[in-house]
């Protein structure tokens, strides 16, 4: 046999042995079977492998491939597959292996967010500008995930959710309570605390609040961890003593304290007959009616009037920012500032916590950002009467094709850590 011909066939067997063998890619993951039960065929690896509902296996002998199907359902560590009617080698299900289709990363296709009872302001983390303005951002601000994907946040209704339209129309869903519906299997629900906390707070131009005593008297006499179960029968919320974000847990003011609440309004003889309430958000209107409630044993008639900002308290939810605490006390700031203080002392109180607040954000170091902070905070309940209620929880539901969902620090989306992906199509017939 001549040296041409020897060349001409060992090329053709390498080229044959390269056929038959199974090459994989790295849209496929090669797994191990663990069992043939009940028609469908296990697998040791799910959702971390990027393996969802939807993709294709195929198993071989050897170098020969035996079998392909579907994959049926998927969880993290364990994967099956849809029935296989016509499946002939079950008796050797441990002499196979197994290669599955792995879902692409999307880096391209946006991100949508969807708002089931918030608004897409409040998941936004608002900025100071270069002027020193509070910035507020929408949904329609551009917002952009770690991996280049842009990120739209959104409102949605429950008609949305709890139909077909769902998956087509959120990747994700934020929201104050778990959702009526299971939009995402429930172990990849992750729960933050809100990046905002409830706060009341007085309107400096009525002489109502010229001693802070209306504001104060209702502060000594909430504690969420006391009430909250009892009167609004839901997931007590965490309790929050500082107004502007801070790690541990920090001291009350002013112990809970019913009684001397009381003391207080009923020594002052500027006693107010009548108190209006402005819930600034109507999921504080509870937290208002249980105020009216406690105010009225005081004999004092009370008003709760939506989104009324000259009424004598306010009610609203101030946004967090962890690694700038002064965005909260700068906030506050903004809304007492709206009304011109009724008395000397408030105007020089205000002035003063406002000080602290300028000081914190033109300093450089943290320790020293902190301290003014606490300065003004200090300022604004013991001077002012504004007081931090609660903080409450969020809950982010990530649709199938969203991993890595979660939180940062201050209780915002997290979009260094967002992946899209875009999922194997499903067979007609197969659930998701």
């Known amino acids: ?30 797994s191990k079977i663990l069992q043939y039960k009940h028609g469908r065929i296990y697998f040791d690896a799910g959702e971390e492998q990027l393996i969802f509902p939807g993709s294709r296996f195929t198993l071989y002998r050897d170098d020969d491939s035996v079998y392909s ?30 290669l599955i289709q792995t879902a692409d990363i ?24 270069s002027t020193g303005a509070l910035v507020i951002r929408s949904g329609k601000d551009p917002l952009f995930a770690a991996r280049g994907n842009s990120v739209r946040i959104e409102p949605v209704d429950d008609y ?54 209306p504001s104060t008297s209702l502060y000594y006499r909430f504690d969420v961890r006391i009430m909250w179960p009892a009167v609004f029968g839901s997931k007590t919320p965490t309790p929050v003593h500082r107004l502007y974000a801070v790690s541990g847990v920090s001291p009350r003011s002013y112990d809970y304290d019913p009684d001397k609440g009381r003391q207080l309004l009923s020594k002052n ?17 509870k937290v208002a009616e249980f105020f009216a409630d406690v105010l009225s044993r005081d004999k004092i ?11 004598d308290l306010l009610l609203t939810f101030v946004p967090i920012v962890w690694d700038d605490p002064a965005v909260s006390l700068w906030y506050i700031l903004g809304l007492l500032s709206t009304h011109e203080p009724a008395t000397k002392a408030q105007r020089e109180a205000l002035t003063i916590a ?79």
Do not use: W
Not at 3 to 15: D, E, F, H, Y
Not at 73 to 94: E, L, M, Q, V
Not at 301 to 311: F, G, K, L, P, S
């Open 354 to 432: 406002a000080s602290y607040v300028q000081n914190s954000r033109s300093a450089e170091d943290a320790a020293t950002r902190f301290y003014f902070c606490r300065l003004a905070d200090r300022s604004l309940q013991q001077d002012l009467g504004v007081f931090p209620l609660f903080r409450p929880s969020v809950y982010f539901s990530p649709g199938m094709n969203l991993m890595e969902a979660g939180f940062d620090e201050s209780g915002y989306p997290n979009l260094e850590t967002l992946t899209k992906l875009r999922l194997p199509a499903l067979s007609e017939g197969m659930a998701p």
């Open 1 to 30: 046999m001549s040296g041409r011909l020897k060349s001409i066939i060992v090329t053709v067997i390498a080229l044959a042995v390269v056929t038959a063998s199974p090459v994989v890619s790295a849209a496929e993951f090669e």
């Open 160 to 213: 949305v959710l709890t139909s077909d339209l769902a998956g087509m129309t959120c990747d994700g869903v934020l929201s104050t309570e778990p959702l009526p519906e299971p939009f995402s299997a429930p172990d990849k629900v992750v729960v933050h605390d809100a990046p905002f906390f409830a706060a009341l707070l007085p309107n400096l131009s009525k002489e109502t609040n010229r001693d802070a005593y």
């Open 301 to 311: 008639n009370v008003q709760i009037n939506q989104n009324d900002t000259e009424a």
């Open 106 to 129: 999307d880096s391209v296709s946006t991100i949508v967010l969807c708002c089931r009872d918030l608004t897409a302001s409040e998941m936004i983390s608002p900025v100071i500008d």
């Open 69 to 98: 199907g579907r994959i049926e359902r998927a969880f993290f560590g364990i994967s099956y597959s849809a029935p296989t009617f016509n499946f002939s080698d079950s008796s050797k299900i441990d002499k196979l292996r197994a």
């Open 269 to 285: 003889h500027n006693r107010p007959k009548k108190i209006t309430i402005g819930v600034l958000n109507s999921r504080l209107q």
